[in-house]
């Protein structure tokens, strides 16, 4: 086992490289880059000579010479002021020696600081991260804390009345978009046009810290009752079909049927034997689950309950180009995601010791 472990583990190296090369080649095709969206932000502010500051007084007289046109905008500013923030962003080196040096700074987890934000991109994601950890976290484990449960109820009563209706509430809920059920809830209990029972804007109350322990507890999940149940939705439904198919297809095999021929209580078949080969295939899908849980829907749900979490982090930094949270978020959490996929296949082992990645044949 350990020397699969190392295979994967290097195997991890070319794959984050090669996901950081495309993603940095197909940036650079992309219009407005930092650049352009400064000068958009000095042209806004009426008088962008005003702004240029230091030694710009000078070349603020010549706004009609020496201009640059490479940029969009940049017409009338002098070129002096254009080349200044070309350093200043690192865009006075050609693409491969930007994007080397930013490996360079990545691989010693130095993720610089956010062009317009004036800190560092690790505390950036630090102070951003309680919102999606608790969408994601809570999200996942109610996810799986129900929809089991409910998939080996429905494989051992297929064709029961109660499979029937919760099928057709399975799939109503699937087809349901998770910004739609957000809105559905916010409309009957967070005020909308019902009942006001829980609160619509942010993580916790204005006097949290004044609370006592027992009364941070439950304002915490006073606040993420909603944001939670429509971020798990789709999780809930897709993960309670898998485990139904799944035991299903346990169910039928000959191992079974001798358990069953030979005595053995129904409870002790189920989860004494079916239950540890058919949560492999739930076990694989928890990466995919998780990280989707994690970041794929929170920009929605986090705007929708006005939280400050990753998903609109990503969201502004892809806006507004700014490159340092956009690479240095994507490096982190593809690496982070691939650590996470080789958790769950020795968590494979751990429940079937029959599996063995080291000697099968690659």
Not at 48 to 61: F, Y
Not at 178 to 185: N, Q, R, S, V
Not at 249 to 277: C, M, S, W
């Amino acid at each position: 086992m350990s020397a699969y472990i190392l295979r994967r583990m290097l195997l991890i190296i070319p794959t984050l490289f090669g996901i950081m090369v495309i993603n940095f080649t197909l940036v650079q095709f992309l219009p407005g880059g930092p650049i352009e969206q400064v000068i958009a932000q000095l042209e806004n502010s009426g008088n962008p000579l005003d702004r240029i500051g230091g030694d710009g007084g000078d070349a603020g007289v010549q706004t009609q010479t020496g201009e640059d046109s490479r940029y969009k905008g940049a017409r009338g500013l002098p070129r002096e002021f254009i080349e200044r923030l070309e350093r200043q962003y690192g865009f006075d080196k050609p693409p491969l020696e930007r994007f080397l040096l930013m490996m360079k700074s990545y691989i010693t987890f130095d993720f610089g600081e956010s062009y317009f934000r004036s800190i560092s991109v690790i505390d950036l994601v630090l102070e951003k991260m309680p919102v999606s950890i608790s969408l994601g976290l809570w999200s996942t484990l109610i996810a799986y804390m129900v929809a089991i449960p409910l998939g080996i109820r429905k494989a051992t009563r297929e064709g029961s009345r109660f499979d029937t209706w919760s099928s057709a509430v399975l799939i109503a809920a699937y087809a349901i978009p998770g910004f739609l059920f957000a809105i559905m809830l916010v409309v009957l209990f967070a005020g909308g046009s019902y009942w006001r029972i829980f609160p619509l804007r942010g993580l916790t109350s204005n006097n949290f810290a004044d609370l006592t322990l027992l009364g941070q507890i439950k304002d915490y999940f006073w606040h993420i009752t909603l944001p939670v149940l429509a971020g798990s939705i789709g999780a809930f439904t897709g993960l309670a079909m898998l485990t139904k198919n799944s035991f299903l297809d346990e169910i039928k095999k000959q191992y079974v049927v001798t358990a069953r021929a030979k005595g053995l209580p129904e409870r002790r078949v189920l989860y004494g034997h079916v239950f540890r080969n058919a949560m492999l295939i739930v076990i694989a899908g928890f990466p995919g689950i998780f990280i989707s849980v994690f970041f794929g829907g929170s920009l929605i749900i986090e705007t929708i309950f006005s939280l400050d979490g990753l998903g609109r982090l990503g969201f502004d930094a892809a806006i507004t180009r700014d490159y340092p949270v956009m690479f240095g978020t994507l490096f982190f959490f593809t690496l982070l995601g691939l650590f996470i996929k080789l958790v769950s296949d020795l968590t494979y082992v751990w429940i079937d010791p029959r599996i063995d990645f080291e000697h099968r044949q690659t």
